[in-house]
């Protein structure tokens, strides 16, 4: 993914390009960063823009070798936490 006008991969990446990243909706990661639930985002002036190493580390934190595994960490759904969800962060 080369930037066409510098020729340097990028480093941020707005919403869309971020969802697309991903593998998930533009809604979904707007949901996430509504409820806290996603990836770091920064602001910069109006833009909502992400670090591509953000949403790699977002997405290690679900990263499991077993469904038997029970020592790892785990990515929520784009929905409001519970407490117990929130103290288990």
Do not use: C, N
Not at 11 to 29: C, K, V
Not at 34 to 51: D, E, L, N, Q
Not at 65 to 77: I, L, M
Request: aromatic share 8%; hydrophobic share 35%.
């Amino acid at each position: 993914m080369i930037d066409p006008k510098t020729g340097l991969p990028p480093r941020f990446l707005r919403t869309p390009d971020a969802a697309r990243f991903l593998g998930i909706s533009i809604r979904t990661l707007e949901k996430h960063r509504t409820y806290g639930t996603g990836p770091t985002y920064r602001k910069i002036g109006g833009r909502v823009v992400y670090a591509v190493e953000d949403l790699q580390a977002w997405t290690a934190i679900g990263a499991r070798k077993s469904t038997s595994d029970v020592d790892v960490g785990r990515v929520y759904p784009a929905r409001p936490l519970t407490a117990a969800e929130r103290g288990a962060r």
